[in-house]
Structure formats: structure tokens, C-alpha cells
């Protein structure tokens, strides 16, 4: 028997995934971090009598100005890893069938694919990623980022081709985007 919606649902695992690896990565910045600190160190008692001390002061505040602003980059990360994961509730995201999509998450709004004038991937390929959007007259109804699905593109372009007859293909255009 044929179902009759298809339902995309929301799933933390991609985002959990993002946490760890956000969580990995502050913890080599502070691993590395000392290590380069200790490599100074031996850098500057080794060769401090064929340096001038302006040049030891350059040195290390460069290496300060770095180090600080890639710890800063990655506990940033970190955090909206974090963030985003605590946003997915558990349900469905939007649902396809014959009429149109229905979003259920984050808003509810319903489009009938006469109605719909895009049903794209749209955003960044930074944070959670590209997002499902639906337009109506240009204008966005509704998105949900593609990360907390559990569907692929693939998938939802192919239910929505199934459900609209052809007449509505998922445009993931923003997937070719580099940043």
C-alpha cells in the first residue's frame, strides 16, 4: 500500500555529530596551542642573545593574537553546535502529499504546489547547512535547515516529484555553493 504523505522528519544526529566534532576540534586548538607555546618558549630561551627583545615582543604577541582568535573561532563553533542542537524537537518537519508540502516545524504552514513558486535549498554551506525553504509569489513561507532532517535532498526531490505530479522538483542549487 502506498503511504499517503511523505513525512520528513527531524532527527539530532547530523547535529549531534557537528557538537562532537566542534568539541574535538577546541580541544586540539588547546592541545595545540600549548604545544606552540612551549615550542616559543624553547625558541625564545635558545635564541634571545640573537634577538632583539622588540622582535621577542612581536613574536609573542603575534603568536597571542592568533592563538586567541582561533580559540575564539572554534568555542564559537562549539557554541552553535550547541545552540542548534537544542533547538530539534522530535516530529516531523513537514510532510509532502498530493495537495502540497505542510511545514510543521518551525512554523506550520501549508502550500499547495499550484501555490508554490520555489521549493529550494537555500542559505550557506557554514553552521547547519543549506535549508528546505518553500516560496509563495517570492516570498519565503517556511525553511527548515536540511541538517536537522532525516531525509536527503535526494529523497525530497523525488517525493516531490512523485507528489506534484512533475511539477515541482526541490532546487538544491545552494549545495554547489563553496561558501
Known sequence: MQPSR?????????????????????????????VSLGVLIVF???????WSV???IAIAVLWSISTAFW???????????KRDLAMIPEGAAF????????FVYPKAVRVAWTE????KLKGRNLGTGPAVAVEVD?????????????????VIDSAARAYSLGSVSLDTEALDAVL
Open 116 to 119: 508554490m513558486t520555489a521549493f
Open 95 to 102: 510532510y509532502l502529499d498530493h495537495d502540497g508540502v505542510e
Open 6 to 34: 511523505f513525512v520528513a522528519g527531524l532527527t539530532p544526529l547530523p547535529t549531534a555529530a557537528r557538537v562532537t566534532k566542534q568539541r574535538s576540534a577546541l580541544r586540539m586548538r588547546v592541545i595545540s596551542s600549548i
Open 54 to 56: 622588540g622582535w621577542t
Open 71 to 81: 580559540f575564539t573561532v572554534s568555542a564559537l563553533g562549539l557554541r552553535n553546535a
Open 44 to 50: 625564545i630561551v635558545l635564541f634571545r642573545e640573537n
Open 138 to 154: 517570492g516570498q519565503e513561507m517556511a525553511r527548515v535547515p536540511l541538517a536537522f532532517l532525516d531525509a536527503t535532498p535526494a
